[in-house]
């Protein structure tokens, strides 16, 4: 049985689908679903931000075909583990967990490279492309430690 992994941003058109993006290049995706969403419903079945795809691009990946969905409470029964990008996001997805299985599976995504620090990915969305390019790293940071987890059993 696969491992389901799902990345949680504001709209799903900047920060999660990178992460999304970056994640399955790191996994064997026949022993690992990745798949992202967003807490807000403005980008249901677009494609990413140009400028997340221009940064994924430049680092060899390709994210064109996502598009864009919303966070339901269906995620907490499809999925095993929910990295939200920020702590906004953490409250929206939370506040939707029904039970204390649900709450354990969500959680901050830069809690993987700075533990209980409870730091946000900033939304490069309003800035221009070296806010991309800064998120690109951290979340690949991120994915990193994700993916090491993963592949050894401690996720």
Sequence with gaps: MKTRVLMVCLGNICRSPL?????????????????SAGTGS????????????AIARK?????????GRQFSED???????????????????????????????VH???????PSENVDVPDPYH????GFENVY?????????IAQKLNNGTL
């Design 127 to 130: 800035g221009g492309e070296q």
């Design 75 to 105: 995620d907490f029964k499809d999925f095993d583990h929910i990295f939200v990008m920020d702590n906004s996001n953490f409250r929206d997805v939370m506040s939707m967990a029904e039970t204390d299985e649900d709450r354990q599976k």
């Design 137 to 145: 790293h951290m979340l690949n940071e991120a994915c990193e430690q």
């Design 19 to 35: 992460a999304e993006g970056i994640l399955k290049s790191k996994v064997d995706q026949t022993k690992v679903f990745v798949d």
């Design 108 to 114: 901050l995504i830069l809690n993987e490279i700075f």
């Design 42 to 53: 403005w980008h249901i079945g677009s494609e990413p931000d140009g400028r997340s795809i």
């Design 59 to 67: 680092n060899n990946l390709d994210i064109t075909n996502q598009r």
